[in-house]
């Protein structure tokens, strides 16, 4: 889930991991590992497209013509983050799923330097980027549902469980606590997270029913 | 919980609500109404010190001797919010305490004009306003401490049970869907993030013991 990894629309990182595409993709590629280069150096204050522009060795004009803003050139970082083939963990069971998603997002929010607690942040200043942001979350969520389909399919789910609410409460809690409340990092959170959810899911409080849900 | 509504630091408001105290007291408390007010209606890019000043019917100088800047009123806002009787709900049942305070962080989190929204999204531009945010935050888990040790009481919950991870497990999806998600406002989200942590905790997931809770 590291942004500054993933490679440009429409095409698939060959086995050598070399860039892959034309000119424009390579100018593309170039511009958003600077981004996330300066993101990561000064923050989104330090953030100007001059500085991305002399980083990534382009024209100033390009970025200004192709990305518009701090703002756009965020929004793409955030968008070519969801270009990749990424997909859950799937060790044969929705606690350890769900421990092994978290480890990657804790992994994620706690790194150095913090270029996915500062994609956050910037999520603040700039719509763009809080758009785009949104996008990028939504497709985790939506590509984390199949840990909840195979739950179901071994029997550990009813039928009828709430997929996104269930990987929502797992994940909360990191985020919550990462992001929010800013505590320190405990490596006991991503399992402890994930064990709540698997427990209140065995429990039945994410099953679907035509009562069910309804305050 | 909202910060407009406070009295000043180590008074209680009479009866009445007229805002106590003399004159430094007035001063502060029109001051952080007017701080409200200004980033209810311009958010955190349209608020000044000059604006702050001239709502609240106070000089310039005296704004900007006691609160210095803008991060700075921001801090003052969220520590007065703190210095308020407020207690947590107590319904007699966990699940249901548990509902109704998501039910005031739900309804903080989508009130109009968005202040708590925009205390957050200050938090993120200013250190000073995000250290008050942590403040107000480790203040608000910490009073509802007592619905846990309530719970554990009345046989709900076992003996040592981790009231902060009951806690924040309880609060977390709304945070995380209002806040950093921005999904649509569902009224049911209060009472399922309520009953999700309610049903971990009586199947033992905020068990503290010399093993548990390591990974």
Excluded at 117 to 127: G, K, N, Q, V, Y
Excluded at 152 to 157: D, I, K
Aim: proline residues 8%.
């Amino acid at each position: 889930m590291n942004p500054a990894d993933q490679g440009p629309e429409g095409t698939r990182p060959p086995p050598t991991r070399r860039r892959p595409g034309g000119r424009t993709a390579r100018i593309r590629q170039q511009v958003l590992d600077a981004v996330v280069a300066e993101l990561g150096e000064h923050g989104y204050d330090g953030l100007t497209t001059d500085a991305v522009a002399a980083r990534a060795g382009v024209h100033r004009t390009t970025v200004y013509r192709r990305w518009g803003d701090v703002g756009g050139l965020l929004a793409d970082v955030l968008d070519a983050a969801s270009d990749d083939d990424w997909q859950p963990p799937d060790t044969g069971s929705l606690e350890r799923d769900l421990a092994a998603l978290n480890q990657e997002i804790y992994a994620a929010l706690t790194a150095q330097p913090p270029i996915m607690a500062a994609l956050i942040a910037a999520s603040f200043r700039s719509e763009k980027a809080a758009q785009a942001q949104q996008r990028l979350w939504e497709d985790r969520y939506a590509r984390c549902e199949i840990i909840v389909s195979r739950a179901v399919q071994h029997g550990e789910l009813p039928p009828h469980t709430d997929a996104r609410q269930l990987l929502i409460a797992a994940t909360a809690p990191l985020y919550h606590q990462l992001v929010l409340l800013r505590t320190a990092p405990d490596p006991r959170l991503p399992g402890h997270a994930a064990r709540t959810a698997a427990l209140a899911a065995a429990a039945g409080s994410f099953a679907k029913s035509p009562s069910a849900g309804h305050a």
